[in-house]
């Protein structure tokens, strides 16, 4: 992503808040239907074309499932794809890249950390999840599911959910 474009999700983050003009902050009782990935299921449902990633990418594109990101995620999401290991061109980044940052809410994220001990990305995208008020948080990291579960109290009304888990709920 050119240099000027990842500026404006930085300055849109820090100056619009969540959802459409309404306060990014939330009550628990009016979470959105918002889904935030961590990065890394973010980076894996855009790198492979497999039936559970398709189905989340048409979710959060065609509006069903409004994907949350913040500034911080969409510098993630950039670094990641850039990484030489992925041997992605510059436009093959751009093309996935279109298929997130263009239908995705900008929030801005906690300031503090509330789990510590959490790898940075599934961190992340909790500390998203809090401030936006998302009801879903979608990640496949073992350590956030279980600091979540045994923190339950701190995290009413957020669900959090494998891919796989969130395929299976919604085809019901």
Do not use: F, I
């Not at 959802?19 to 009782?29: L, M, V």
């Not at 790198?47 to 911080?72: F, M, S, Y």
């Not at 009801?135 to 073992?142: A, K, Q, R, T």
């Amino acid at each position: 992503m050119k240099a000027g474009t990842a500026k404006a999700v930085q300055a849109k983050a820090g100056k619009e808040p969540a959802g459409k003009g309404r306060t990014a902050a939330r009550s628990r009782k009016t979470r959105p239907s918002g889904v935030v990935l961590d990065t890394a299921l973010l980076l894996q449902v855009l790198l492979h074309n497999d039936a559970e990633g398709t189905l989340l990418r048409q979710a959060w594109q065609d509006g069903r499932l409004p994907l949350l990101v913040c500034a911080e995620t969409a510098q993630l999401l950039m670094l990641s794809l850039a990484a030489p290991v992925l041997k992605l061109k510059p436009a093959q980044q751009q093309e996935l890249l279109a298929d997130v940052l263009p239908y995705a809410q900008v929030c801005k994220p906690l300031q503090g950390r509330a789990a510590a001990r959490l790898p940075q990305g599934p961190l992340l995208a909790l500390s998203l999840a809090l401030e936006a008020g998302a009801g879903l948080l979608l990640s496949e990291s073992v350590a956030l599911r279980n600091h979540v579960a045994r923190q339950a109290t701190r995290y009413p009304g957020l669900r959090v959910r494998t891919l796989r888990e969130w395929v299976d709920e919604s085809r019901t």
